[in-house]
């Protein structure tokens, strides 16, 4: 085949840590279409957490291997190979894998992601604490004893930085203050999480900071925005190849899920004041911003800005404008609803939320991204695909059951 490997033109063996999920599969496909060597490591616990939720993905996702033999089927490149592990608690079977298999990179997507699941429960907020941090510090931990020069690239959040908590654009991972006494210092931007997902992300950062200083990792940060969309070219190419889309209250994210509620003409389910500023960015990007990302690995560097942390971020843009492109779209209405969550614009005290953000980095590697604005095409795809599959859809899912705290679900009459 014909040779490419993202940039560089190096051909590299990538574990997909997270590559059943819904960005880790599409990402798969791009790694190994344009030549990377790609192995799948995935404990399948997404797809556990649906059945507990009652709930499925929109689209008929097929089981991992199947969706694998079907990739390798109808591609001429290197097969991808798929692994089930559970990285929070398969250290040595996973370190004995590196061992084996002598991977140049690593990307990690492989953590619980949902916010709303997150604040659900006493067991879910555990869950998320114990599967995330450990997962993260299993992989630095491994990569060390391994004794290989792996680049990780990991997939972390916005939300890290905190909303409504910005005075001017928030920068690519770090900030220059004055320390006392007066020494200039680039450190990390405060952390300032708004869900126990959130503050998963916060410890990964520190770890991150801690392994690139002390043991010399090279390391990638990538502050993802919400991601939209469903397939790519790729995922595309065949029916059992299709992408997971997740429409439910926990896992839901919100342009998909108004893209969704749309197609099935469910007023579009606007939190609070709907002033709310997210950053978004097309499933297409992700692929293109991983595959930067691979190609522009970091020297090692024993200082405090040695971890590489880059926003993977297309654009921001208020919830309820999101909401307004969708209805001026498909002619749904937008419907304004209390807000579950503990988030800056309810709160009296701050205006709106704000949210600039930097995406230069990116911008320099070469990504061009795809804006709102001008995706009425993709958004299009998207309520194709939701159509396509709306007899699959459980209306008693979509709105979240989650409240962030005890006051907000007394408020809402769903105590306990
Ligand atoms: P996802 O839940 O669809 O995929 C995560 C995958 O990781 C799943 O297949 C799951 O089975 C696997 N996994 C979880 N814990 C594991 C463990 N201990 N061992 C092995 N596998 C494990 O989530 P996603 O939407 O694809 O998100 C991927 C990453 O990107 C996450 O880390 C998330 O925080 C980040 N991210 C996602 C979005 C978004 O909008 N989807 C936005 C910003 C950041």
């Known amino acids: 085949p014909a040779a490419s490997a993202g940039g560089d033109g190096k051909s590299k063996k990538i574990f997909v840590l997270g590559g059943d999920g819904f960005c880790g599969w599409p990402v798969a496909l791009h790694l190994s279409d344009i030549g990377h060597e790609v192995v799948i490591v995935d404990n ?17 996702i097929t089981p991992a291997e199947e969706r694998v033999a079907t990739w390798n089927g109808l591609s001429s490149r290197e097969p991808i190979r798929f692994v089930n592990l559970d990285l929070a608690l398969e250290y040595d079977r996973f370190v004995q894998m590196m061992r084996e298999e002598r991977p140049d990179t690593m990307i990690h997507f492989a953590e619980q992601r949902a916010a709303p699941y997150s604040q659900k429960t006493p067991a879910t907020k555990r869950y998320t604490v114990d599967n995330n941090v450990r997962a993260t510090h299993n992989v630095l931990c491994g990569i060390v004893e391994s004794g290989l020069d792996i680049h990780l ?59 690139a200083k002390n043991d010399l990792l090279r390391l990638t940060d990538l502050h993802q925005g919400i991601v939209w969309g469903t397939n790519t070219d790729l995922t595309a190419r065949d029916e059992r190849l299709v992408n997971r889309f997740d429409y439910d209250g926990e896992y839901g994210t919100v342009l998909n899920r108004f893209l969704m509620q749309a197609a099935c003409g469910i007023p579009l389910t606007v939190y609070g004041t709907g002033g709310q500023t997210r950053a978004f960015i097309h499933i297409k990007d992700t692929c293109k911003c991983i595959e930067l990302a691979v190609a522009n690995p970091p020297e090692p560097k024993p200082d ?23 209805s001026d779209l498909t002619g749904v209405e937008m419907q304004l609803t209390e807000n579950p969550r503990n988030e800056a614009a309810e709160n009296e005290l701050a205006a709106e939320n704000e949210l600039d953000v930097s995406n230069r980095k990116f911008k320099m590697l070469g990504l061009e991204p795809t804006l709102l604005e001008s995706a009425a095409g993709l958004m299009t795809e998207v309520t194709e695909v939701a159509n396509k599959y709306q007899h699959r859809v459980d209306r008693s899912k979509v709105v979240s059951k989650a409240y962030w705290n005890k006051e907000r679900a007394a408020a809402a009459g769903a105590a306990d």
């Open 153 to 211: 690239v990991h997939l972390g959040t916005m939300g890290v930085y905190g909303y409504g908590n910005s005075g001017g654009e928030i920068p690519e991972g770090y900030i220059d203050v004055q320390l006392p006494g007066g020494r200039e210092r680039s450190i990390l931007h405060p952390a300032y999480p708004g869900s126990v997902y959130h503050a998963t992300k916060c410890l990964d950062a520190t770890l991150f900071q801690f392994y």
């Open 44 to 60: 399948l616990s997404r797809r556990k957490i649906d059945v507990d939720l009652g709930a499925q993905s929109l689209t008929p």
């Open 304 to 326: 405090w800005g040695a971890v590489e942390i880059l926003n993977q971020v297309a654009q921001t843009a208020r919830v309820r404008d999101v909401a307004r492109i969708v």
